[in-house]
């Protein structure tokens, strides 16, 4: 039977359940020796009410979630997720990328999370401690560069819940933030907006990995292909004073204004034609770019996603991969075994904190060490008072090289997110694939030669 249609069924439900148990049961704080550098992000959540329940504005201020859940324009609206554009500057490894709130933690934060809420008062104003529930985190992940070998900092998402349904407007500020967007929890499920970006990985690559200068591997690799989202937002806030980038400078992610592609060109020659505006007096206002959600920012997103029905993340989840085809097909023939390894690591118990059929252990609590996730794949969950003191927490170099989408850590072997379990040692074939890739253009290209060689001694 096929999974409900997320369009016709309300996540207030599941989206309650979730909530519930992270905030009950957290995910552990990750410590490295590797590097001290941390950054936190914050995954706010708010229910956006509909038009015949709206709340009113002498309505009680709820206090813990089943308050607010059990709220009757609560039980009517439609979860959503606030997204923010950053702003294009030089040198920023993520320059207008989608993203969340949050930025790397101070020595005066108290902890993690204390972090979360600094940084999203300061780039959007949104002050966490006033209008929102702490609602626990997602697994904290050991973010690396050059394929997975170079540690960069932990990064560490904290859940929020918006309870105020009259927020102050957002406040943005204008050197961090391009754009906010709230985004419904539904279109994020929906396959239709599941789509794929190239980003050109040869400036990252070039006199680190090989030595070669950036063209040339450019040249040679062409661009990466990673997992993405279009997101489509009900609400976005721009900020006016934000700089625009050239379009000459207009990076992938940089696109609230277009880059004008050799189609729009024309057309816009044979609009100015067609009003008589030969001078361009009248010029059309800039195309506004699609906003894509990929890459770190996706792996945390997919984290979330996995807890909430119809649990298919899986399915709609690809492996990074090369443009040019002998490479993808060589990492297509050399991965194809290990990709169906890791499909079939995940296939274990199907269980979730809402499924019926959890069972209970001896204390009369429910026994939720599996998790339902991407359909008929699971996740095992991190119940921490769940483990005595004898379990260590133990930490993995996660590939999330190139805005890769490992993510997570591990506990006693089990504890990863899904993604990570799909990734882990992905990247260690797909350099062999590439290199493989190489020598068969060298090959060819060998035998070529000589053919030619060949056919000119015999003319002579």
């Given at each position: 039977?096929?999974?409900?249609s997320t ?13 519930d148990?992270?905030t ?12 001290k ?6 995954y ?8 015949a329940?709206?709340?009113?504005d002498d ?17 009517h ?11 294009s500057?030089?040198?920023?490894r ?9 930025g ?12 979360a809420?600094r940084?999203?008062s300061?780039?959007v104003?949104?002050?966490?401690e006033?209008?929102?529930l702490k ?14 070998k ?5 990064l ?9 349904h009259?927020v ?8 961090e ?10 279109r ?6 599941r789509?794929?970006?190239?980003e ?15 063209w ?9 292909m ?8 009900t609400e ?8 625009v ?9 940089d696109?609230?204004?277009a ?7 024309l ?5 100015r034609?067609?009003?008589?505006d030969?001078f ?8 506004e ?15 979330f ?14 492996y ?5 085809l ?8 050399l ?11 995940l296939?274990?118990g199907?269980?979730l ?27 095992s ?15 993995r ?8 989408l ?16 799909l990734?882990e040692g992905?990247?260690?074939?797909v ?13 060819l290209?060998v035998?070529?030669?000589m053919?030619v060689?060949?056919r ?5």
């Amino acid at each position: 039977m096929d999974a409900p249609s997320t369009s016709d069924e309300s996540l207030v439900g599941p989206l309650h359940t979730v909530l519930d148990h992270l905030t009950s049961s957290p995910y552990p704080v990750l410590n490295t020796e590797t590097t001290k550098k941390r950054a936190s992000v914050a995954y706010i959540l708010r229910v956006n009410p509909s038009y015949a329940h709206w709340p009113s504005d002498d309505s009680p201020r709820p206090s813990t979630l089943a308050d607010f859940f059990a709220t009757p324009w609560v039980q009517h609206g439609d979860p959503e997720v606030l997204f923010i554009k950053r702003a294009s500057r030089k040198g920023d490894r993520w320059t207008s990328h989608i993203a969340l709130p949050g930025g790397r933690r101070d020595p005066e934060d108290t902890d993690d999370q204390a972090a979360a809420v600094r940084e999203t008062s300061e780039e959007v104003g949104l002050d966490l401690e006033s209008h929102a529930l702490k609602c626990g985190n997602l697994p904290q992940r050991l973010v690396t560069t050059h394929w997975g070998k170079k540690p960069l900092m932990v990064l560490c998402p904290y859940v929020f819940l918006l309870i105020d349904h009259n927020v102050p407007p957002l406040r943005l500020q204008p050197t961090e933030v391009a754009s906010t967007h709230w985004v419904p929890l539904r279109r994020l499920l929906q396959p239709s907006q599941r789509t794929v970006v190239f980003e050109d990985v040869s400036s990252r690559l070039a006199n680190q990995e090989t030595g070669v200068k950036k063209w040339m591997l450019s040249l040679i690799l062409g661009k990466m292909m990673f997992a993405a989202i279009n997101l489509a937002p009900t609400e976005s806030v721009y900020s006016v004073e934000t700089p625009v980038a050239a379009p000459t400078s207009t990076s992938l992610q940089d696109n609230r204004y277009a880059r004008p592609t050799s189609y729009t060109r024309l057309r816009a020659v044979t609009t100015r034609l067609a009003r008589a505006d030969i001078f361009q007096q009248f010029p059309d206002p800039p195309a506004e770019g699609p906003l894509q959600l990929w890459g770190l920012t996706l792996g945390v997103v997919a984290d979330f996603l996995d807890l909430m029905p119809p649990h298919n993340a899986l399915t709609l989840w690809t492996y990074p991969t090369f443009t040019p085809l002998d490479v993808r097909l060589s990492i297509w023939l050399l991965t194809y075994r290990f990709k169906h390894r890791k499909r079939a690591e995940l296939q274990a118990g199907t269980y979730l904190p809402s499924d019926p059929t959890t069972t209970s252990d001896a204390s009369g609590r429910e026994d939720d060490s599996h998790r339902r996730s991407f359909g008929a794949a699971t996740e095992s969950m991190v119940i921490v008072d769940r483990f005595g003191p004898g379990d260590v927490t133990t930490e993995r170099h996660d590939e999330t090289g190139f805005h890769g989408l490992g993510t997570g850590i591990r506990r006693n072997k089990t504890d990863k997110a899904a993604v990570t379990t799909l990734l882990e040692g992905y990247y260690d074939i797909v350099r062999r694939a590439v290199a493989v890739a190489l020598v068969g253009r060298a090959s060819l290209v060998v035998v070529l030669m000589m053919l030619v060689w060949r056919r000119w001694r015999a003319k002579r």
